[in-house]
Structures are given as structure tokens and as C-alpha cells.
């Protein structure tokens, strides 16, 4: 029987890509599409991974936002104006 999990809904709503979570936990997309369908048995070692990638992700969100932040508030006032070269 075919259902929606709350990864699913979590997932969709915040707009992480299976891709994504893939990576973070090293699974299949199609298996954890599969495990968000309810077609693939929840174990608790598979809901435990699951939950570590999500972390991982929202960790990794919050350093992108982070530095985001960062970057933009020298700029405030300026976003139009012509970029300057980054050096690092």
C-alpha cells in the first residue's frame, strides 16, 4: 500500500531534493523515494540514517544561509551595483 511519510511531506514542503538527501546519507534516490512511499519496510536503522541526513542537510542549509548573511551585509545599499572580484 502506497502512502506519504512525514519525510515526504517535510521534505516537499521545505523543497529538499531527493538528490540532496541522497548524498547526505549515502542511499539511493529511488530507494528513499521508495522508503518515503511506504514501500520499502521501516527499520529502525533506515529511520535513524534517514533522520542523520536530514540533519546533515539542515546543518549545511544553515552554514549556506550563514554565509549568505554574511556576504550580503556589506552590500546593502549597493545589490545593483557592478560586482567586484572576489579574492579568497
Do not use: W
Amino acid at each position: 500500500m502506497e502512502h506519504e511519510t512525514n519525510l515526504r511531506a517535510l521534505r516537499h514542503r521545505h523543497g529538499v531534493q531527493l538528490t540532496e538527501l541522497a548524498n547526505a546519507c549515502g542511499l539511493s534516490n529511488q530507494y528513499i523515494s521508495r522508503a518515503e512511499l511506504g514501500l520499502i519496510p521501516a527499520t529502525p536503522r533506515l529511520e535513524k540514517q534517514l533522520l542523520a541526513a536530514v540533519e546533515v542537510v539542515i546543518a549545511h542549509r544553515a552554514r549556506t544561509a550563514q554565509a549568505l548573511e554574511r556576504e550580503l551585509a556589506p552590500l546593502r545599499g549597493r545589490l545593483l551595483e557592478r560586482a567586484v572580484e572576489r579574492r579568497e
